[in-house]
T-cell receptor
Framework: KAGVTQTPRYLIKTRGQQVTLSCSPI?????VSWYQQTPGQGLQFLFE???????NKGNFPGRFSGRQFSNSRSEMNVSTLELGDSALYLC?????FGTGYNEQFFGPGTRLTVL | DAKTTQPNSMESNEEEPVHLPCNHS???????IHWYRQLPSQGPEYVIH???SNVNNRMASLAIAEDRKSSTLILHRATLRDAAVYYC??????????FGGGTRLMVKP
């Protein structure tokens, strides 16, 4: 079974631009979560989607948004990029939503560099 | 959110057991204790989780204190492949994971 895939793997943008990152969960998984990892702040939760609905949201500004499609694939968008948005963006998938679905599977991440 | 406290780093010799501690004194009754690890240049990987009882799986064992205010991840025989950052996380709803700083485990041959 293929793992979580994220595209693109690397991205370079300039300040003020916007970016869209894509995540394909493991086949059969219906929940997708997004995380940002930086050397200074570590791993921080962005948001979680299940059945095309956002279920949880972390403490990030409105420039960060996401969505989930009917096939469970998810995208996240960052508008008006700032230098501080440079990070590794990780996507994780899980079978479902709730404490009964315990294991999350992480993708390799998208490395975003903002110049 | 309930927080966890872990040592910044630990060292172990290859083939020896490793005990990674985690304090979570503000844990609530519905919080599950999860452990993930992140190998260099990879996304985090699930290791084990538990609620009240000790747990074992093919990767590790999780020992949970009776009052649930602390737990210990046990790697029975450390290998060089186990060198990673280990995160102890409390989870109570949905799939949101709140990562702390983690413990960087170094394994010496």
């Amino acid at each position: 079974k293929a793992g979580v895939t994220q595209t693109p793997r690397y991205l370079i943008k300039t300040r003020g631009q916007q970016v869209t990152l894509s995540c394909s969960p493991i086949s059969g998984h219906r929940s997708v979560s997004w995380y940002q990892q930086t050397p200074g702040q570590g791993l921080q939760f962005l948001f979680e989607y299940f059945s095309e609905t956002q279920r949880n949201k972390g403490n990030f500004p409105g420039r960060f948004s996401g969505r989930q499609f009917s096939n469970s694939r998810s995208e996240m968008n960052v508008s008006t990029l700032e230098l501080g948005d440079s990070a590794l963006y990780l996507c994780a998938s899980s079978l479902g939503f709730g404490t009964g679905y315990n294991e999350q599977f992480f993708g390799p991440g998208t490395r975003l560099t903002v110049l | 959110d309930a927080k966890t406290t872990q040592p910044n780093s630990m060292e172990s010799n290859e083939e020896e057991p490793v005990h990674l501690p985690c304090n979570h004194s503000t844990i609530s009754g519905t919080d599950y204790i999860h452990w993930y690890r992140q190998l260099p240049s990879q996304g985090p990987e699930y290791v084990i989780h538990g609620l009240t009882s000790n747990v074992n799986n093919r990767m590790a064992s999780l020992a949970i204190a009776e009052d649930r205010k602390s737990s210990t991840l046990i790697l029975h025989r450390a290998t060089l492949r186990d060198a990673a950052v280990y995160y102890c996380i409390l989870r109570n709803a949905g799939n949101m994971l709140t990562f702390g700083g983690g413990t960087r485990l170094m394994v010496k041959p």
